[in-house]
């Protein structure tokens, strides 16, 4: 019992050399390049390329790798027919696990970092097409001359993104590709250690960010303040959430007992686009929750600080990405990681196959059905 720690809370589970998360100190970075770097000077297709081989890309290695993205961006006709048969209430995040599995089995691919490559590319076309389809628009095809991040807004709305708004996006993506140990990470790791398929793997890593306490978060901060009108009204919806225990989202975290690294850029995006879009309604509103309930949490001794989530479903919707999406367009970075991580599992694999402290009854009398 001394060795149990609920949620694996502190448990070194395995090592890696991917993401360095330094939840005192608020680092993040991938093979030890600080995520403000990365975010500064390179773009979603090197920072996939450094996660999957370890080094940043020479020139020609760099042009190769988005010329595969690219060639691999069209989904097989039989995809489409399958989203075609999909609920119209299905949450893009299940269209995006069933698109995922069933691609498993169209993969011509055999060597897994191409196979990650491929699905790296897939990724954004499975989230637009799908999105499209439910909502009864017209499909808008991958556009060979896009970059990954703009391709993305191009196949969502039809027309090219502005090339400032592209950067953005471009940005987030590079932010949320890697994380280390987190719960769908380590999902996808726990599955690969089974050396079942990497399909498998990444259908069931999406499954586990799905959840409101992983990537759903970001979705669920708008839908939580959206009774919210000013600023004004903060105090007060504050202490009301607060007297009812309820958790803000977007707010707290595992590892980081400082604001996390990533909501630092993702604020500074979202006050630049609301800004220039001469809407800043929301960022306000978010700013003095940030402020109110980091007051409430210091006296209370706690370490809540905003988490990469906070920002950036708001600097989304200035995208005019749709909440549902908030998850997938996660998804859509953290492919990366996930495959990277499964790539570094396989390296040297053990089975995960932890233990469990039994505390439920021994040696129970059977009893026939007709006397229970
Ligand atoms: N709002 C208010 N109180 C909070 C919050 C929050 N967002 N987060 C944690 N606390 C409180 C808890 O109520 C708990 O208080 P207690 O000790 O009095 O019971 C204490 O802080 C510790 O919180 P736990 O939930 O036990 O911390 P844990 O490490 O298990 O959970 C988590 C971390 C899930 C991120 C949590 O902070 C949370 O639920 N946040 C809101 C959801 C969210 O934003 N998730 C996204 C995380 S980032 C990502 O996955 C991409």
Known sequence: MSDYSKGLQGVVAG?????????????????GYPIQVLAQYSTYEETAFLLLNGRLPKKKELSAFEEKLKKYRALPSE???VIELLPSETHPMEALQTVVSLLGSFSKVTDLKEKSIELIAQFPTIVAHCWCMKHKKEVTLPHEDLSHAANFLYMLHGEEPAPDVARMFDICLILHAEHSFNASTFTARVVASTLTTLHASISAAIGALYGPLHGGANEKVLDMISDVASEKQVNEWVSEKMDRKEKIMGMGHRVYKVKDPRSYILEEMLKTLST???????????????????KEMEKQGKDIWPNVDFFSGALYELMGISRELFTPVFAISRISGWCAHVLEQLEDNRIYRPACQYVGARNVAYKPIETR
Do not use: F, H, P
Not at 21 to 26: A, E
Not at 276 to 294: A, C, D, G, Q, S
């Open 276 to 294: 220039k879009l001469k809407n800043m309604t929301t960022y306000k509103i978010l700013k003095e929750i940030e402020t109110v309930v980091r």
């Open 79 to 81: 995809a489409l027919e």
């Open 15 to 31: 090592e890696s050399k991917i993401g360095l998360v330094d939840g005192t100190q608020g680092v993040l970075a991938y093979l």
